[in-house]
């Protein structure tokens, strides 16, 4: 059972940057996409972005080359790196991994809140 494990949020000023971290411990064998997405209050949860174990990337059309996704695979850890952080991107930010050995899974991370503010 893959257990993931958020950090790095905190609050910002606009135009800053954060870099969060998503730690996978348990198996990871058979995880084929690991990804990042967000919830503001009142919102729905909604992808930000994706990295698969080829190592293909994509994101939400609202990152507008702003964000970057990459792992670390000698420490089974995501990481999303936030630039030029604006207002709108509060919110709180969940890793998710999806695999399908033995069977198809899915795990949510506890989340880690991302506030922009001045």
């Known amino acids: 059972q893959v257990q993931l494990v958020e950090s790095g949020g905190g609050l910002v000023q606009p135009g800053g940057s954060l870099r969060l971290s998503c730690a996978a411990s348990?198996?990871?064998?058979?995880?084929?996409?690991m990804g990042w997405y967000r919830q503001a209050p009142g919102k729905q949860r909604e992808l930000v972005a994706i990295?698969?174990?080829?190592?293909?990337?994509d994101y939400a059309d609202f990152v507008e080359g702003r964000f970057t996704i990459s792992r670390d695979n000698a420490k089974n850890t995501v990481y999303l790196q936030m630039n030029s952080l604006k207002p709108e991107d509060t919110a709180m930010y969940y890793c998710?991994?999806?695999?399908?050995?033995?069977?198809?899974?899915?795990?949510w991370g506890q989340g880690t809140l991302v506030t922009v503010s001045s």
């Open positions: 990295i698969t174990s080829g190592g293909a990337t």
């Open positions: 348990g198996s990871i064998f058979g995880v084929y996409r």
């Open positions: 998710n991994h999806r695999g399908d050995v033995p069977k198809y899974f899915e795990v």
